[in-house]
T-cell receptor, first 111, second 112 residues
Framework: SQQGEEDPQALSIQEGENATMNCSYK?????LQWYRQNSGRGLVHLIL?????REKHSGRLRVTLDTSKKSSSLLITASRAADTASYFC???????????FGQGTRLTINP | SAVISQKPSRDICQRGTSLTIQCQVD?????MFWYRQQPGQSLTLIAT?????????ESGFVIDKFPISRPNLTFSTLTVSNMSPEDSSIYLC?????????FGPGTRLTVL
């Protein structure tokens, strides 16, 4: 079964607003990653946060990780129409050389 | 980073037929991954393909249905056999590690 669960499933906001997506997982991890997928195409890696990190920034992206709650959040600030996409979290299981993807959040930025 | 191409980009197939999807990487890689993404769903790992050895399949996926070849360090194929409408999905290959994976553009398969 999928390890990552995300909410909300869909999010629609106005351009310029901030978008926050959440991800929860079930087992111990080495790291957690966020990916973006535009219109059912290939996924693009956005950011990785390791299990010993609590927060990470990359441009307009801010990721937090709370290993005690087994959850992560992705914040996109000052959203743009081009941010419209589906966003997935992915976790690796300790000891396993593979990723498990969450259900994803479909983000729509309205102009 | 790695640049990955997939062929075909999309196809419409008849029930009972088979389709082979190709994945080409611009550099040599040890592990390649094949995922399925059913309509409106997330990605599910089908199998991991290492060059020179049998692919390792995830629970729910079997070699007879999804045979995989990995003839060299830059190429792999996934065959979807004896297709049914339930196989309609996007199939994606990826390479990398558990730190970062690079994905191909996907193959959108529709089975009638």
């Amino acid at each position: 079964s999928q390890q990552g669960e995300e909410d909300p499933q869909a999010l629609s906001i106005q351009e310029g607003e901030n978008a926050t997506m959440n991800c929860s997982y079930k087992t111990s991890i080495n790291n957690l990653q966020w990916y973006r997928q535009n219109s059912g195409r290939g996924l693009v890696h956005l950011i990785l946060i390791r299990s010993n990190e609590r927060e990470k920034h990359s441009g307009r992206l801010r990721v937090t990780l709370d290993t005690s709650k087994k959850s992560s959040s992705l914040l996109i600030t000052a959203s743009r129409a081009a941010d419209t996409a589906s966003y997935f979290c992915a976790t690796d299981k300790e000891g396993a050389q593979k990723l498990v993807f969450g259900q994803g959040t479909r983000l729509t930025i309205n102009p | 980073s790695a640049v990955i191409s997939q062929k075909p980009s999309r196809d419409i197939c008849q029930r009972g037929t088979s389709l082979t999807i190709q994945c080409q990487v611009d550099s040599q890689v040890t592990m390649m991954f094949w995922y399925r993404q059913q309509p409106g769903q997330s990605l599910t790992l089908i199998a991991t393909a290492n060059q020179g050895s049998e692919a390792t399949y995830e629970s729910g996926f079997v070699i007879d249905k999804f045979p995989i070849s990995r003839p060299n360090l830059t190429f792999s194929t996934l065959t979807v056999s004896n297709m049914s409408p339930e196989d309609s999905s996007i199939y994606l290959c990826s390479v990398g590690s558990t730190d970062t994976q690079y994905f191909g553009p996907g193959t959108r398969l529709t089975v009638l």
